[in-house]
């Protein structure tokens, strides 16, 4: 299956990225996360609608933070400053308030009713008051990389790492309900990445460790997907905290996980530059999509569709 270009991600004056896809539902738009802009895109026809400078600091063009869409109220949560994230109008792409408070970078945030949830490598996770802008509590469950909210109940699952081990720390009503230790995953066999792949990557290409950097529910409720930088992709049962399978099969780090609609598959993305298709119910790797030009950091399914975006400032739809 080929690979086919929707969108360039880069301008001369706005170095960048995509770090994070998300869906503008009531449009039908997506929008890519690029460095310190947001873009908003018709994946019909490629056209950019806009792109706004969000005010966000990264490092080398490099958005660290998920984007997060609530399309009930029309707003987006984005990454601000250094250590901060702001809530921004979809409508009218006018930044509505900032959060701050959080000692390092700021890596996810989810929308849960009236408030909004946030993780950072500083160890916390923190319930700000939407409106006010106002932390309500503040939790240390560790460094926190990735956050997903359950399908249907107010449980939250904060991903990071203790030790020499992945965690994800499940947080019901904002306490926590269990904390899941993911060991470090053995090396597995894969193709080895290309000199080229390896001279892009610099030193990050033999590093190794356990922490979990992205992770999505399956539809069931009762499993959680997620990836990191052991290279494997991993499925935990969040009720009993058992490890269920892993995937192996990346060269370098997973950076982004999904899974379709209907629980048959799990999609994921690495920096080795390879989109992977799993079977949930077994081993099997089902598809290797043909390996994109450089990493490849963020997903979002659209239908049948995967929307996949890369480090050579474009996305990709297969």
């Known amino acids: 299956m080929t690979a086919r270009r929707v969108l360039c991600a880069i301008t001369d004056d706005a170095p960048g990225y995509p770090g994070s896809i998300a869906a503008w539902r009531s449009t039908g738009y997506l929008l890519a996360d690029c460095g310190r802009d947001l873009v908003v895109w018709d994946?019909?026809?490629?056209?950019?609608?806009?792109?706004v400078r969000h005010g966000a600091t990264a490092r080398e063009g490099l958005p660290l933070m998920t984007i997060a869409v609530d399309d009930d109220t029309g707003m987006i949560a984005l990454?601000?400053?250094?250590?901060?994230?702001?809530?921004?109008?979809?409508?009218?792409?006018?930044?509505?308030?900032?959060?701050?408070?959080?000692?390092?970078?700021v890596r996810a945030?989810?929308?849960?009713?009236?408030?909004?949830?946030?993780?950072?490598?500083?160890?916390?996770?923190?319930?700000?008051?939407?409106?006010?802008?106002?932390?309500?509590?503040?939790?240390?469950?560790?460094p926190t990389y990735a956050l997903a909210r359950h399908p249907t109940a107010d449980v939250i699952a904060a991903c990071g790492a203790e030790d020499a081990a992945g965690r994800i720390?499940?947080?019901?009503?904002?306490?926590?309900?269990?904390?899941i230790l993911v060991p470090l995953a053995p090396l597995p066999d894969h193709a080895p990445l290309s000199d080229e792949h390896r001279r892009r990557l610099g030193a990050a290409a033999d590093r190794r460790d356990a922490r979990i950097t992205c992770a999505a529910w399956h539809p069931d409720g009762r499993h959680l997907v997620t990836g990191g930088h052991d290279f494997g992709v991993t499925l935990v049962d969040a009720a009993t905290g058992a490890l269920v399978r892993t995937w192996y099969g990346h060269a370098h780090w997973v950076t982004a996980v999904a899974v379709t609609a209907d629980g048959a598959r799990v999609i994921s993305a690495s920096t080795d530059g390879q989109v992977r298709v799993w079977d949930a119910a077994s081993d099997a790797c089902l598809v290797e999509h043909p390996a994109l030009?450089?990493?490849?950091?963020?997903?979002?399914?659209?239908?049948?569709?995967?929307?996949?975006?890369?480090?050579?400032?474009w996305i990709?739809?297969?």
């Open 169 to 179: 720390t499940l947080l019901d009503d904002f306490e926590v309900a269990r904390s």
């Open 316 to 318: 990709y739809e297969f």
């Open 293 to 313: 030009p450089a990493a490849a950091l963020a997903l979002h399914l659209r239908g049948d569709r995967i929307v996949a975006g890369c480090a050579d400032g």
């Open 43 to 51: 994946p019909d026809t490629a056209a950019v609608i806009i792109r």
């Open 109 to 142: 945030v989810v929308f849960a009713d009236d408030a909004v949830v946030s993780g950072s490598g500083d160890g916390t996770v923190r319930r700000w008051d939407r409106m006010r802008g106002a932390c309500r509590a503040a939790l240390a469950v560790g």
């Open 79 to 105: 990454a601000h400053g250094v250590r901060d994230f702001a809530l921004w109008s979809l409508d009218r792409m006018e930044r509505q308030r900032v959060f701050a408070g959080h000692g390092e970078q």
